[in-house]
């Protein structure tokens, strides 16, 4: 079914988030794959295919795939539109991500690499499944400032992604990825600025990028970008993913793609994507998202080819 309940909702003036109209979800069907239509045969090239992962995935074909990224139910007792996830121990968890993780195995080119979103809960069981497959590169905390404080606990305010490639021939990226951070003690050599450039709002220079992400905002109401989706991605936390992890017109997988983030994304880089969803409503949203990115390319927080730290965008002055 259509956002039908979320667009007739009323939003607030400056209220950006996404939804999906009657009208609108008759025409973006068209666009959608559904899983029982999808053989070997189809083209699941830039496409949103509604249907089952553990069904799709053993349609894809084989070696094709450059990037997985992956961001399924957290162990967490939790609904996603019309599928639930009910928290298990850590030992089921981890059957379940291997359940779906080795159909993914095949699909994977030598030189691919493979991200999985987790929080605390489910980080050991991600890193004992992935590291069963794949090389073991890294682990990513990035902040997810909108977390809810406890009465008798610490905020729970960051969330993981695990790093793996498939072998130690993979692609990274280095220079696509680096950040503008504020200098706070701008070292000058004969007068000059050394290491680091002056201006408009402050002075700044290109650092490599840490496995700590602090300039990530989770979407909002106000942001172009947001959606109703309970766990949607921000768009820059992918765009690093990509930039990295990708070439020009490769082939990113996300098999729980949700409101269609990772599609939206390598869209706007010039990659190509196959994104799986269960629940039609997000399928369409994912697929809108996509249409609107052939007429936008902007990503709030990339601009001129660098990462800004948060709330520094100079080219647009919004928050990043």
Known sequence: MPDSAASKKTRAPRNRTISV?????????????????????????????????????????????????????????????????????????????????????PLLKETASVYICGDWRSSAAIQRAG?????????????????????????????????????????FNLDTVKMKRRVIAPYTENGKPKDWERGEVGNFRLTHPSNI?????????????????????????????????????????????????TAVVTKKLGRRFSAIEADERYCLLASKRVQMAEMDKSIQGFSGGVFWERNVTPASRRPS
């Open 131 to 171: 590291s069963r497959y794949f090389k073991l590169q890294n682990r990513i905390t990035w902040e997810r400032e909108k977390g809810r404080g406890a009465k008798a606990n610490w905020k729970n305010a960051a969330e993981d992604i695990w790093y793996f490639t498939v072998s130690d021939n993979f692609v």
């Open 21 to 105: 109209t009657d009208a609108e979800a008759e025409e973006l069907r068209r666009g959608i794959v559904y899983g029982q239509d999808l053989d070997r045969s189809a083209d699941f090239i830039n496409k949103i295919i509604c249907g089952n992962a553990f069904a799709v995935l053993n349609l894809l074909p084989r070696n094709s795939v450059d990037l997985l990224f992956a961001d399924p139910p957290y162990n967490l007792t939790k609904s996603f539109g019309s599928e639930k996830f009910k928290q298990t121990s850590t030992d089921e968890y981890e059957e379940w991500l291997d359940s779906w993780l080795h159909l993914c195995v």
């Open 213 to 261: 992400w602090t300039d990530i905002s989770v979407p909002f109401w106000s942001m172009p970008e947001n959606t109703d989706h309970p766990t949607q991605k921000p768009e820059k936390l992918l765009a690093k993913v990509v930039l990295a992890s990708t070439s020009e017109n490769d082939l990113v997988l996300d098999p729980f793609a949700g409101s269609g983030t």
